[in-house]
């Protein structure tokens, strides 16, 4: 933890570090941000908000219960909320506003979103209305609102209102869907058994118009014939004839009744004898007829006495009362003109049953659609009493136009802008940060390069840097003064007074730090002596004005010479060993051995041996001093040389087992706050007691 720690704190402390570095281009950045963020507002279309609001409610709450039982009850109630969230900001519905509404037909409509009217598209026209809604629920309640913003208020409005109601309608159809699907399939129905009944009713009227039939009564029971219950004005006279006839009947046979009842006794007498030999002379005709034949002269004296006789009997039967005899006549005389006018009738029925055949067809057509009507109807009645039903969801608000647009908003904007700017300024900062590999904060040191930090020297103006070490009390002076401390703290008492400097290229600072080092060592009463051994650059000696005329070691080191060139620095109060003259193959010099020798004499004469050695990256120079050193002092510019650089040049110095006492930062300016220098070089650098 405490390494994610020390990270994050170098991760942002370069980062800041960074930020301060590309100040101008931040406050650049975030100044076109926010008047680009102006300049939207100002060019923005207003908007306009319209708010409608809804009330959803459950239908199935049910009772309070179990535990599990409400737990279960919450999960359905969630389920269902988030569905009908869900269904409010479906295409389906823009689909249903856009249809409901026209508005691909609507100018006011085009003209706010600036749409073409041969252009237009009903999934064009769905998707601009969806753009515009925002589905708000108001937390711990049913209600939800609708908003929607357009560049019109009164379009906004329209939008909100008609995706309110036909959310609202699209429910009621989904909950009572087949009872209304069921009433609109039977008012189709209705209709056409409605046309179908008149044109069967209108045909009946003609064709009982055409063929004179006269309905008196329609109630009837349908038959293969005409039908038994349906009354005709035929049917009627015949039923009406019939009954008279039967009453005159019955008034003929009671007037004969009477008629004979007042018979005198002795007529009755008078005649029954006559009968009673008449019927003898019958048997007896009957009998001779038998035996004799109807040729015989007994059998026609017999007839002829028959016939006598009736004449006797009819002339007996005259003689009535002439009151009765008028009212038997007057019976007879009815019922016989009654039975006439029946045999007319009924031959006029008989005639009508020629043209009942179809009549019925008809009339059977036209009952089959009156019982399909009153069937249907008493459905759809049925339909729309018991299966109707209430929606549960309800327009709580209506949208209305607003007076203002509601956008662009100004401060919306820029805060949005400031963020950006924040943001595009972070990935600045990063981006400039990642791809910069060079050393700039003490904690690379010590966690990518595994090295301890010896000291922090601050950038000065190269012109005067003598000048500099010169002083006392400068800040190159006291800086170094710091890694003189830290150097003997770190350096072990076995190892040899051998103090080598290097770095990864050159122009990193160690030849001014070889000789500062020096310095310091002397300033506390060290005797030093400085060897320059970069003798391809000579570096050393040109900033202490020796020439390469001056004979040194690259003349001790070839045999040309054979004591070392020492020189006395006066101003230095060290004692120096120039390069000399710039030989051809300095590395196959350093490798002779005579350096070898060269370093254990100066021991013997000095507390401590400088080098100035070559950069590590090219040469060999470096590794074949290093052995010859009890420590090397590795020398890396701030800001400038690359961290993996470094760490390839570590490597082949410690893959041959060259000691490492630590690293020295150069040219330290204001990107390295961490160590205390600001503009003016403010000394402050102090290092913890395990970097020591």
């Known amino acids: 933890m405490q390494q994610i720690d020390d990270a994050l704190e170098l991760l942002l402390q370069r980062l800041w570090a960074r930020a301060k570095e590309l100040k101008f281009l931040l406050l650049f950045v975030i100044a076109a941000t926010i008047l680009l963020g102006v300049a939207v507002t100002l060019l923005q279309t207003p908007q306009y908000d319209a708010t409608a609001r809804i009330e959803i409610s459950r239908l199935d709450v049910g009772s309070a219960g179990s535990d599990d039982v409400r737990f279960d009850m919450q999960m359905r109630d969630r389920t269902y909320y988030e569905t009908q969230y869900e269904l409010l900001g479906s295409r389906f519905l823009a689909e249903r506003v856009a249809e409901a509404e026209n508005f691909a ?167 029954a004898a006559l009968r009673s030999r008449r019927a003898e ?16 002269p007994r059998v026609l004296a017999l007839e002829a006495e028959i016939e006598s006789l009736d004449r006797a009997i009819t002339s007996e039967g005259g003689i009535m009362n002439s009151a009765r005899q008028a009212a038997y006549e007057r019976a007879l005389s009815e019922e016989a003109e009654l039975r006439t006018r029946f045999n007319e009738a009924r031959a006029r029925y008989l005639a009508e049953q020629n043209v009942g055949t179809e009549y019925g067809i008809l009339r059977r057509e036209v009952d089959t659609n009156r019982e399909l009507y009153d069937a249907l109807l008493q459905r759809y009645t049925e339909l729309g009493v018991g299966e109707a039903g209430t929606n549960n969801m309800t327009l709580i608000e209506r949208a209305t136009a607003p007076g203002s647009p509601s956008g662009p908003s100004l401060m919306r904007n820029l805060l949005i802008a400031l963020i950006v700017a924040a943001l595009l300024s972070l990935a600045i900062v990063y981006v400039s940060d990642f791809f910069d590999r060079s050393l700039r904060h003490i904690s690379q040191v010590r966690q990518q390069l595994g090295l301890p930090v010896l000291g922090a020297i601050p ?23 710091s890694t003189r401390t830290a150097m003997l703290s770190v350096l072990p008492k076995d190892a040899r007074r051998v103090i080598m400097f290097t770095s990864t290229r050159p122009a990193e600072g160690k030849t001014v730090s070889s000789l500062a080092l020096a310095r310091s060592l002397q ?110 002092i590795y020398a890396m510019q701030a800001n400038e040389t690359s961290i993996y650089a470094i760490r390839n040049a570590l490597a082949r110095l410690r893959q041959p087992g060259v000691r490492l006492l630590g690293a020295l930062v150069t040219k330290v300016d204001h990107r390295n706050d961490e160590y205390g220098y600001g503009s003016e070089y403010g000394y402050g650098y102090s290092y913890e007691p395990s970097e020591a």
């Open 105 to 271: 037909q609507d100018p006011v409509f085009r003209e706010a979103f600036g749409l073409e009217e041969g252009n237009l598209t009903p999934r064009r026209i769905a998707g601009r209305i969806a753009s515009t809604i925002t589905i708000t629920p108001i937390e711990n309640s049913q209600l939800v609102d609708i908003n929607s913003t357009s560049p019109s208020g009164e379009i906004s409005a329209r939008i909100a209102n008609a995706w309110a109601e036909q959310f609202l309608e699209a429910n009621y159809e989904k909950r009572f869907g087949d009872t209304q699907l069921a009433r609109e399939r039977l008012e189709n129905q209705l209709a056409e058994l409605r046309v179908a009944l008149e044109d069967s009713e209108a045909r009946l009227a003609a064709y009982a118009n055409q063929n004179e039939i006269v309905v008196l009564n329609s109630a009837a029971t349908e038959t293969g014939q005409q039908q038994a219950g349906q009354e005709t004005l035929s049917t009627s006279q015949l039923s009406a004839l019939n009954q008279a006839l039967i009453q005159a009947s019955l008034r003929r046979i009671e007037a004969r009744s009477a008629l004979e009842a007042e018979r005198s006794a002795a007529d009755i007498d008078s005649a």
């Open 281 to 296: 002379a019958e048997a007896q005709l009957a009998n001779l007829r038998t035996t004799l034949g109807p040729q015989n």
């Open 459 to 481: 950038n000065a103006d190269a012109d005067d840097m003598v000048g500099e070490l010169l002083d006392p009390k400068s800040q190159l002076t006291e800086a170094y003064g």
């Open 523 to 632: 300033r506390v009463g060290k005797r030093v002596v400085l060897l320059d051994l970069d003798m391809r650059r000579a570096g050393l000696s040109r900033l202490l004005g020796v020439t390469s005329k001056t004979k040194g070691l690259s003349e001790l080191l070839s045999g040309a010479s054979v004591e070392a060139n020492i020189l006395h620095l006066e101003d230095h109060g060290i004692d120096f060993i120039p390069s000399g003259s710039l030989p051809s193959d300095s590395g196959d010099l350093i490798a002779r051995g005579g350096l070898e020798q060269l370093i254990s004499d100066l021991e013997q004469r000095y507390d401590y041996v400088i080098i100035d050695s070559p950069p590590v990256l090219g040469l060999a120079d470096a590794v074949e001093i290093g052995h010859l050193a009890g420590g090397v």
